[in-house]
């Protein structure tokens, strides 16, 4: 703002002191002409700064929300390994309720609505499922499906706008999660 006003200064200022030196100068040859490029100069200067500044607040933008995208990708992750650490050692102990507490936190933070409320619906599934402190082969299955359409909504939330270029679906989606899931159990299981 303030560069737009020293450019009006400059060119309202310019336009005066042109007429006046118009008229003085009219017998020295070539003073016109340099006058005419001090003013182009400072013009040229002014406009320069003010495109820089503009540059400059676009790349500052573009460096928070790359952070912002970088923060929220490791709270994602970290609550998945979390979920993962849980569900490998089988037992589900007062530690493990709270690190999902805190992820709730964690999440509140920095997640899409739709995450927050895929994350109630997976922690409603968890409670159900460890009730009993144990994370059994269906209770993992149960936790995987809920994990999946948790999973969806943190993809949506990170990279949604390519799954709308990709054209595929939500449901697709978290069916292929849920086919690689099953991909990788035992055969027989």
Do not use: C
Request: charged share 25%; glycine share 4%; net charge negative.
């Amino acid at each position: 703002m303030v560069l737009m006003g020293l450019s009006a200064l400059v060119f309202v200022g310019g336009y005066f002191f042109l007429r006046l030196a118009y008229h003085i100068t009219d017998r020295m040859p070539f003073t016109q002409e340099i006058i005419l490029v001090i003013l182009g100069t400072l013009a040229t200067i002014l406009i320069t700064a003010m495109l820089l500044n503009k540059q400059t607040v676009v790349e500052l933008e573009k460096e928070q929300s790359i952070k912002f995208v970088e923060l929220k990708t490791a709270t994602y992750e970290h609550l998945i390994d979390t979920i993962e650490q849980i569900v490998r050692k089988k037992i589900v102990d007062d530690n493990d309720r709270t690190a999902l507490r805190f992820h709730t936190h964690r999440l509140a933070i920095f997640a899409a609505p739709r995450v927050l409320e895929e994350y109630r619906h997976f922690l409603d599934v968890f409670n159900k499922e460890t009730a009993d402190g144990k994370v059994s082969v269906e209770d993992a299955n149960q936790l995987s499906e809920a994990l999946a359409r948790l999973t969806v909504r943190i993809r949506a939330d990170l990279v949604g706008e390519l799954d709308d270029l990709s054209g595929k679906s939500e449901t697709w989606i978290r069916n292929q999660i849920m086919a690689n899931a099953k991909a990788t159990e035992k055969p027989g299981a």
